[in-house]
């Protein structure tokens, strides 16, 4: 057997850069990397002698830099993604937070943070936490609960088994998710004799999960006794290449389709099936057909909260549930009849068994009523010098503006609601929305992201002051490396969507906006001076048509263009949504707690979890 003798860190690396997708190029597109005691030796040194054929990557923040590899491998829908690395101690825990976001939306990532010396000699190494009952315990257990795949490499052999279960994992459509190989820094840097042949160029296909024939006629004699049946269409709709067979399998047999946040623009705006966003943050046109239906299809849907209204939208006692997911834990939820396997093969084989069968579509009136009611809201205010814009109306400005290769994306706050309701998306791929896990701080890494991925795109960004002030460093890769994107930063002065929340379930406010947290000088925070210190061409748009104006300048413009725009904190869109379970107290002395205690038991009595 022929070998050659590398360091640990040099097999990783040179294994990944051979791991190639389909289409010919590398399923690991580069690596971010922050590097320090932990990782700048082995891996460091690995990397810079493989920088041509798996470039590298320099962020400001771990947690961000990982946001971006996250965003990239969303955007492609989970065809290729990004490894991350960073050192043993605060670097490490920093991208926890990103491993969990990647975790809950079942995206890849290669997390490789550095760890403690596996010979334990200088313990306690800088920056170790120590544990006096485990001795084995490291700072990156912390990825443990939310990694698909943990291994920690204590020896250089044990990459032969660890980087192919890596890759299995990212790879798998049902098991699809970050992985965490913690890789201690002595080991980084061992020497082995490798087997050639471990390094030898290999293709991972995406494997298409084909349904249970019995699942599928089980299913389909549900639909065949069904008289309002409803599809539920989630991220596993764009991840499973399924968007055209989705529209097939609509329109053949005339049922209304749905979108979460994360399958919206599955179908086109337009599309005469297409009854718009679900749940919470839904239209008032699909939330109808949803308390309406008989039998609720998810496909691809985790069925979260946001989704099913805490379980209180789908209000027809004679309502079942279907759940076509090619993760088996998704299938089964909530008593749903099972159909597990790919999106794409699922609804071919359903279509199949069905023939001829068709329903009778919702009337076109539900649409037409919610756009005559929402439309306004997005339409280009009268001049009032004291009136500052809603966000609706901010959405309403980008959209007018956006073409046919805009790409909208968002994470939290106030625009994502607001955006799943109102923005009108045209074709599969043009809205990126991280509301899995919601995280704060996605946006402009995000962007990134996605330029990465589809350079030729029109990003807009939309990012709220909260989630800018909480993690903007990115902004300045961003511009250092010449991306391009919009990035459009709503000014309501603090936290305006949980203070929102707060008043509704009867709190006073309290510690979300700004002037209304403890202060002894007022926040006087110059976005747009920041912004242009970090790189971008920043500016400040005072009304909804300066923000039009600078849309269009910001197409011509080779760069981050940003754009900066005090909005009201108070207003949101009055229209469409449902019920969400947010814990009211049973005890206040505050009547409007009280009021809304009691709105929230009458609430729960409408929940049906099975």
């Known amino acids: 057997m022929k070998t050659i003798r590398l360091t640990a860190a040099q097999a990783m690396v040179k294994y990944l850069a051979a791991q190639m997708t389909p289409e010919g190029v590398p399923y690991i597109a580069g690596c971010w990397a922050i590097f320090g005691h932990g990782n700048v030796a082995g891996l460091g040194e690995a990397l810079y002698h493989q920088r041509d054929a798996l470039p590298t990557y320099r962020g400001h923040n771990e947690q961000t830099m990982a946001h971006t590899a996250i965003a990239y491998a969303k955007q492609l829908r989970r065809g290729r993604a990004m490894m991350v690395t960073s050192s043993i101690g605060p670097g490490a825990t920093n991208m926890v937070t990103a491993c969990a976001l990647a975790y809950v939306n079942r995206l890849p990532v290669l997390f490789v943070p550095g760890d403690v010396f596996a010979h334990r000699g200088p313990d306690p190494v800088l920056q170790q936490p120590e544990n006096f009952a485990d001795g084995t315990v490291t700072a990156t257990d912390t990825f443990r609960p939310v990694s698909r795949y943990f291994d920690r490499i204590t020896r250089p052999e044990q990459l032969l088994t660890a980087l192919p279960r890596a890759m299995r994992t990212m790879t798998d459509p049902a098991d699809c998710g970050p992985v965490t190989l913690a890789f201690c820094q002595d080991v980084q840097a061992e020497a082995y004799d490798w087997p050639e042949a471990f390094f030898e160029p290999r293709i991972w296909h995406r494997r298409e999960v084909q349904p249970d024939p019995a699942e599928v006629a089980r299913v389909a004699a549900l639909l065949q006794g069904a008289e309002n049946p409803v599809i539920v269409a989630g991220g596993g709709t764009h991840y499973g290449h399924a968007t055209e067979a989705l529209k097939a399998f609509a329109e053949a047999h005339q049922i209304p389709v749905v979108e979460t946040q994360a399958g919206k623009s599955a179908l086109p705006w337009d599309h005469p099936l297409n009854l718009g966003p679900i749940g919470v943050t839904g239209a008032e046109s699909a939330n109808t057909v949803c308390g309406a239906a008989d039998l609720v299809i998810g496909v691809g849907t985790r069925f979260q909260d946001f989704t099913t209204g805490s379980w209180s939208l789908f209000a027809n006692p ?19 009849e099972p159909l597990c396997c790919d999106a794409k093969a699922g609804l071919e084989a359903l279509s199949a068994a069905l023939g001829a069968k068709t329903f009778t579509a919702p009337a076109a009136s539900l649409k037409a009523d919610w756009f005559a009611k929402v439309d306004p809201l997005t339409d280009a205010p009268e001049e009032d010098a004291n009136a500052l814009p809603t966000d609706m109306q901010v959405v309403g400005a980008v959209q007018r503006s956006a073409g046919p290769d805009t790409v909208v994306m968002c994470a939290a706050g106030t625009m994502p609601g607001e955006l799943h309701k109102l923005w009108k998306a ?11 896990f919601s995280c704060m701080g996605y946006e402009i890494a995000g962007a990134l992201g996605i ?23 990115e902004l300045a890769t961003a511009c250092m490396m010449g991306a391009k994107f919009t990035l459009v930063i709503t000014d309501n002065r603090g936290f ?37 210190s970090m790189g971008a061409k920043a500016l400040k748009a005072s009304s909804i048509a300066e923000l039009e104006h600078h849309l269009a300048k910001a197409k011509d413009h080779d760069g981050v263009y940003a754009i900066v725009l005090d909005t009201d904190p108070y207003p949101s869109t009055p229209h469409g949504g449902s019920w969400w379970e947010v814990g009211v107290p049973e005890v206040s002395t505050r009547p409007q707690v009280n009021d809304a205690r009691a709105t929230y038991e009458t609430k729960r009595q409408t929940q049906r979890t099975v």
């Not at 045209?426 to 899995?436: A, C, F, K, L, T």
């Not at 707060?502 to 926040?523: I, R, W, Y």
């Open 318 to 336: 004679k309502r079942k549930l279907v759940s076509l997911n090619v993760q088996a834990y998704d299938a089964m939820k909530h008593g749903a």
């Open 426 to 436: 045209g074709r599969p791929g043009s809205y990126h929305m991280e509301y899995g």
């Open 451 to 473: 330029h990465m991925a589809e350079p030729d795109r029109d990003i807009v960004c939309f990012t709220g002051d909260g989630t800018y002030m909480m993690a903007n460093s």
């Open 496 to 532: 305006g969507c949980i203070n929102r929340l707060q008043m509704g379930t009867g709190g006073a406010e309290f510690n979300n906006l700004l002037d209304k947290a403890h202060h002894v000088n007022p926040s006087q925070i110059d976005f747009v001076a920041h912004a242009a």
